[in-house]
Nanobody, 128 residues
Framework: QVRLAETGGGSVQAGGSLRLSCTAS????????MGWFRQAPGKQREGVAS????????YYADSVKGRFTISQDNARYTMYLQMNSLTPEDTAIYYC?????????????????????WGQGTQVTVSS
């Protein structure tokens, strides 16, 4: 069973930065993408960024392009999310996830339903 653990959440003022980390207990053949998702109070969980484990191809939600950067260190089974220029609208619980998407599903990399392994989440709060 794959276990994911997020660290790095916290509180920051608008315009600040945070770096989230997600460490997996293992990589398996049942996962070829990892991603970051977030859920704000009263809202649905949404995709933020995703990365292919083998090729490193990255995908971003329009709302975070140019501000967030996803990266990975496969030797450490760890994925990162560097978040810059944070705004109060970025306040949410951030989850990391892993899943397997086929070639035909690459357009779905930011959909939570495509991921079957999830971390517990870490709170990010941005104050104005």
């Amino acid at each position: 069973q794959v276990r994911l653990a997020e660290t790095g959440g916290g509180s920051v003022q608008a315009g600040g930065s945070l770096r989230l980390s997600c460490t997996a207990s293992m990589y398996t053949s049942r996962m070829n993408y990892m991603g970051w998702f977030r859920q704000a109070p009263g809202k649905q969980r949404e995709g933020v960024a995703s990365i292919s484990i083998s090729g490193g191809t990255t995908y971003y939600a329009d709302s975070v392009k140019g501000r967030f950067t996803i990266s990975q260190d496969n030797a450490r089974y760890t994925m990162y999310l560097q978040m810059n220029s944070l705004t109060p609208e970025d306040t949410a619980i951030y989850y990391c996830a892993a899943g397997y998407l086929s070639m035909g599903q690459r357009g779905l990399v930011l959909l939570p339903v495509e991921y079957n392994y999830w971390g517990q989440g870490t709170q990010v709060t941005v104050s104005s």
